[in-house]
């Protein structure tokens, strides 16, 4: 088994920055891909970024690309979403996911791990 514990969540005002971390714990050494999801109040889940296992391939939703970068630290088992230029419309609950094989995928039923959630929220 994978834990997940997200952190970092909060109130910010359109244009701001936030960092969300994720640490894994467990069996880490099963994890391959690495996402981050969210999820807005009468909305799906869906992929916001994804990383490989040694962080050599990415993938970003069309909305957030040039604003979020994914990153992980495999030796801390960390993975890290930094978000900057914020807009109102990435208010969500956002989630920490971790698959045991790749490719990055976008759906949520090809991911074994979840976090618990962090509410971001973003004031216009």
């Known amino acids: 088994q994978v834990q997940l514990v997200e952190s970092g969540g909060g109130l910010v005002q359109a244009g701001g920055s936030l960092r969300l971390s994720c640490a894994a714990s467990g069996r880490t050494f099963s994890i391959a891909v690495m996402g981050w999801f969210r999820q807005a109040p009468g909305k799906e889940r869906e992929l916001v970024a994804g990383?490989?296992?040694?962080?050599?391939?990415?993938r970003y939703a069309d909305s957030v690309k040039g604003r979020f970068t994914i990153s992980r630290d495999n030796a801390k088992n960390m993975v890290y979403l930094q978000m900057s230029n914020l807009k109102p419309e990435d208010t969500a609950v956002y989630y920490c996911?971790?698959?045991?094989?790749?490719?990055?995928?976008?759906?949520?039923?090809?991911?074994?791990?979840w976090g618990q959630g962090t509410q971001v929220t973003v004031s216009s």
């Open positions: 996911a971790a698959a045991g094989s790749g490719p990055i995928a976008t759906t949520t039923d090809e991911y074994d791990y």
């Open positions: 990383i490989s296992r040694l962080g050599l391939s990415t």
